[in-house]
């Protein structure tokens, strides 16, 4: 079956410091992968994305390359900001269903 | 078009009614999802629409959930008899055309949290 798993928060980042957030995920075919995130009070929107093997996706200083040997999708950033303090939702689409792992919440102190 | 909109954004309801959301997707968007999200948890994908297509429905939760897009434009989502189960929060998203390569971005709404007492 699909499924997605996602590293366990909460994560308390200082401001500038590295980030990652592991993502790994289980599929029958070629599905397309996908961070989504959710800033507090607001809904889910679509941080970076990628469709196939060796597809780096990028977006406000994040990057994520889908890696199929490791069925991985890892997002990372150089240096955080107070201001990507969110919940961050690793997801995959595979025959037009999408599933979501269990979302990872960040912190970032100044 | 502002986006993905939903409505109402709260409900509180005693076990064993029934209650219906509404969702209006971006207007130019034919694709509609629905997802359910607990706390704690990620979205959980229920049902979608292409048009006034259901194509996928094996994954409602149950009889009680059904969901409707009757003329491809806003689709309802109706609970009957709810549970204390059921108290969470129901999302709606939608996509473009299945032409458009950018047809898995989704582009999600407020949402409506539901509470059953």
């Known amino acids: 079956g699909n499924s997605v798993t996602q590293m366990e928060g909460p994560v308390t980042l200082s401001e500038e410091a590295f980030l990652t957030i592991n993502c790994t995920y289980t599929?029958?075919?070629?599905?397309?992968l996908f961070w989504y995130v959710q800033y507090p009070g607001e809904g889910l929107q679509l941080l970076l994305k990628a469709t196939k093997a060796d597809d780096k996706g990028s977006n406000k200083g994040f990057e994520a390359t889908y890696r199929k040997e490791t069925t991985s999708f890892h997002l990372e950033k150089g240096s955080v900001q107070v201001s990507d303090s969110a919940v961050y939702f690793c997801a995959l689409c595979s025959g037009n269903q999408f599933y979501f792992g269990t979302g990872t919440s960040l912190t970032v102190i100044p | 078009d502002t986006g993905v909109s939903q409505d109402p954004r709260h409900k509180i309801t005693k076990r064993g009614q029934n209650v219906t959301f509404r969702c209006d997707p971006i207007s130019e968007h034919n694709r509609l999802y629905w997802y359910r999200q607990t706390l704690g948890q990620g979205p959980e994908f229920l049902t979608y629409f292409q048009n006034e297509a259901q194509l996928e429905k094996s994954r409602l939760l149950s009889d009680r959930f059904s969901a409707e897009r009757p003329k491809g434009s806003f689709s309802t989502l109706e609970i009957q008899r709810t549970e204390q189960g059921d108290s969470a929060m129901y999302l709606c998203?939608?996509?473009?055309?299945?032409?458009?390569?950018?047809?898995?971005?989704?582009?999600f709404g407020p949402g409506t949290r539901l509470l059953v007492l």
């Open positions: 998203a939608s996509s473009s055309h299945p032409s458009d390569p950018d047809v898995e971005t989704q582009y």
């Open positions: 599929a029958t075919g070629y599905p397309s």
